[in-house]
């Protein structure tokens, strides 16, 4: 790998034995970073090349791991990363591009080039990419054969970075983005509540089916079970056993048995986390009621309570749920609670999008996300500022608030045809036509009389011309001669068929390098030329690279002329010469800056005049 900058899939592990945190492994000269799949993952891996002591790879094998362990510096960090690849040659390819810095980085010390060693640094820090942003550029790449040749030659040679390359398809970048869905699957609308134990009817067993789907549903409309979870396993109970502590909760609730539940919450302290109400939602509603506008009138009266009063109730399973208020309300659950949780988590849509399977993967998950929720709203001012704005808006004083009414004066406009009349003249005299605006018009015309003045207009015409002509005669009739013999010439040249052109009459071999020389072309004068005014000793190295490039391939564009066949030989020049005329353009341009830098040479590499 003789590029600057390598991008693979790998994950990353601690240890050989843990599973990995899928992610992108980007490779650069002076470092190495690992941003994972995960957005809300807080996993971020970034190693100095420096900090590299050494590095050790696994043998290949059907049945081993392709890793790649970086030992680190004790002196720096100390430790090591291990990345493991889904097939060896990618593993390789990271591993070949590990020698080559390292090598480099340990020429540079020992022979005390430090300000050379400066210069990989002083190039901007290539843009930290998201999980979606860089499978969209992968997705591009493998979608546009053009683009990919391109990338392949420019960025995995380190003609450019992968941050100037894309920089220049921002638009390319968003209407992709554009075409992606927006939407994500919510949970389903079935309640969990609803969920029914199974009994085989020959015994007391009774069986819950929890599948990963209800798992994460259970974790967000519980939180206080998902804390449970990641307290609890493996530390304290294994997975089965946790899950049925918490069916056998579930079994106690449909019961409705209070006494029964609390009696076997004071005897199983880990049991009692289910039976008991959600500490966490409550302080949730605690938090969400301090945001709520102050102003708004919350109060409940009698006629907004129904389920006190008698024959009334919800009615469910059989019988009817009343509120009674008992030293054993800690441990019912009404319908009205389960109803209104069930729904603000189908409101508020699943908040991970990864596969679920391990539930231990979903459980932290779902934590690392909430995290990031809570110091999101703990550190959103505006929300505060606004709410005190509209509080201080609410509660003002109209007696001593100034007037919202400003004083104006009536316009009163008697005759209103004779009002607008005046300022169609106005606005006409503004334009500069005087003889309209003050010569008066009648509208009211028969066919004779409208066909009378158009012919007295066409005679002036005839007669006067016009002032300034729309198109110069002569100008005209040259435009028209040089168009028409263009066209019997191109006739002639290709043949009878309008859609042929001179690319389609050249060898296979020959249309494609023109066109890939001439798409290299493209892209790399859009980097030289938006380089300019060179400001920083980045856009100067840049415009060097890009230089050296353009100067490779001019000698191939020669080549090209010269090997054509006799038949096809003008039409290739015609092709080539605009390319070459480019190029010119382009060195003739970097020559005059480079005499205007003191001690610079202005020999042209590429040798052509």
């Avoid at 109060?299 to 019988?319: C, K, N, T, V």
């Amino acid at each position: 790998m003789q590029g600057r900058q390598v991008v693979m899939r790998a994950k990353y592990k601690t240890s050989v034995k843990d599973p990995g945190i899928q992610g992108v492994l980007i490779m650069l000269e002076d470092k190495f970073s690992f941003t994972p799949d995960d957005p809300t993952s807080s996993v971020r891996v970034n190693i100095e090349v420096k900090s590299i002591k050494s590095h050790r790879v696994s043998k290949e094998g059907s049945q081993k791991q392709a890793l790649l362990n970086l030992m680190l510096d004790p002196d720096i960090k100390g430790g090591g990363c291990i990345f493991e690849f889904e097939k060896f040659s990618d593993r390789d390819i990271c591993r070949d591009f590990v020698s080559k810095v390292l090598t480099k980085l340990q020429a540079l010390q020992s022979s005390g080039k430090e300000k050379d060693s400066k210069t990989v640094s002083e190039r901007p820090v290539d843009e930290q990419l998201s999980t979606a942003e860089m499978q969209h550029r992968m997705k591009l790449l493998q979608e546009n054969i053009e683009l990919q040749k391109l990338h392949k030659q420019f960025v995995i040679s380190g003609v450019l970075t992968e941050a100037e390359f894309w920089a220049t398809r921002k638009e390319l970048l968003a209407v992709h983005a554009s075409k992606t869905p927006k939407q994500r699957v919510g949970f389903k609308s079935a309640m969990i509540a609803d969920v029914r134990p199974q009994t085989d009817g020959r015994s007391n067993l009774v069986t819950f089916n929890l599948t990963p789907e209800i798992i994460h549903q259970i974790f967000a409309e519980k939180p206080a079970v998902h804390k449970a979870y990641l307290s609890f396993v493996p530390r304290k109970m294994s997975e089965m056993d946790f899950w049925k502590k918490y069916c056998r909760a579930e079994y106690l609730h449909k019961t409705k048995n209070a006494v029964a539940a609390a009696a076997e919450a004071a005897d199983d302290e880990e049991l009692a986390v289910f039976l008991k109400h959600d500490e966490i939602l409550a302080s949730e509603a605690r938090r969400k009621l301090r945001r709520v506008d102050p102003t708004l009138d919350m109060e409940a009266d009698q006629g907004d309570d129904y389920m006190h009063l008698p024959d009334h109730g919800i009615f469910r399973d059989g019988s009817k749920e009343t509120i009674d208020i008992t030293e054993y309300d800690e441990y019912k659950r009404t319908l009205a609670q389960n109803l209104n949780r069930h729904a603000a988590v189908v409101l508020e849509g699943r908040a991970l999008d990864i596969e679920l399977g391990d539930t231990r993967t979903v459980a932290e998950a779902l934590s690392r996300y909430k995290q990031s929720e809570l110091a999101t709203e703990t550190s959103d001012e505006n929300s505060t500022q606004e709410r005190l704005e509209r509080l201080a808006r609410m509660t003002e004083i109209e007696d001593l608030q100034d007037s919202h009414n400003l004083p104006f004066a009536p316009l009163c406009i008697k005759d209103p045809r004779e009002y607008f009349d005046s300022q169609q003249a106005n606005a006409v005299k503004a334009l500069g036509d005087t003889e309209i605006g003050t010569k008066p018009v009648n509208c009211d015309l028969s066919t004779q009389q409208a066909y009378r003045s158009l012919k007295n207009i066409i005679s002036e015409i005839k007669e006067n011309g016009f002032s300034s002509p729309i198109v110069k005669p002569e100008v005209a009739l040259k435009v028209l001669n040089g168009l028409t013999q263009h066209l019997s010439s191109t006739k002639h040249h290709l043949g009878k068929s309008p859609q042929d052109t001179v690319l389609d009459r050249l060898p296979h071999r020959t249309r494609e390098e023109l066109l890939h020389h001439w798409a290299c072309i493209q892209e790399l004068l859009k980097h030289f030329w938006s380089s300019y005014p060179i400001t920083t000793k980045y856009l100067y190295t840049k415009v060097s690279r890009v230089k050296d490039a353009l100067s490779e391939i001019y000698p191939k564009l020669q080549v090209i002329k010269e090997s054509a066949q006799s038949d096809f030989r003008h039409q290739v020049s015609l092709l080539v010469q605009p390319m070459l005329q480019a190029l010119d353009a382009a060195f003739a341009h970097y020559d005059a800056e480079m005499q205007k830098r003191p001690g610079k040479s202005t020999e042209r590499p590429n040798g052509y005049a």
